[in-house]
Nanobody, 121 residues
Framework: QVQLVESGGGLVQPGGSLRLSCAASGSIYYIDAMGWYRQAPGKERELVAS???????NYANSVKGRFTVSRDNAKNTVYLQMNSLNPEDTAVYYC???????????????WGQGTQVTVSS
């Protein structure tokens, strides 16, 4: 099937930057939208940013102007550049993709295992 593996999380001071990566692997026929969600302790998981296969992007209001989502279709990889981080951005960040596995005609949703982002001085 399809696996998503995230990398790039960690501890950063307020005002700092981090770049998350998520690579999709496995028997993949087609990847549609890819994106990032986050979940802070005691809160619901929320959409951070998404990008369509054609490059159209969508952002949560709370990250507009600070975060940038991009993708490399040749590498089946999505990125999240996070600038001007603040403590409210602290959460586990999850990669998400809608993809069709090879040998099927069904579009499925896949999730990564999550990567911790902590913004603290």
């Amino acid at each position: 099937q399809v696996q998503l593996v995230e990398s790039g999380g960690g501890l950063v001071q307020p005002g700092g930057s981090l770049r998350l990566s998520c690579a999709a692997s496995g028997s993949i026929y087609y990847i549609d939208a890819m994106g990032w969600y986050r979940q802070a302790p005691g809160k619901e998981r929320e959409l951070v940013a998404s990008i369509s296969s054609g490059g159209r992007t969508n952002y949560a209001n709370s990250v507009k102007g600070r975060f940038t989502v991009s993708r490399d279709n040749a590498k089946n990889t999505v990125y999240l550049q996070m600038n001007s981080l603040n403590p409210e951005d602290t959460a586990v960040y999850y990669c998400n993709a809608a993809a069709i596995p090879a040998g099927t005609l069904r579009l499925n949703e896949y999730w990564g295992q999550g990567t911790q982002v902590t913004v603290s001085s």
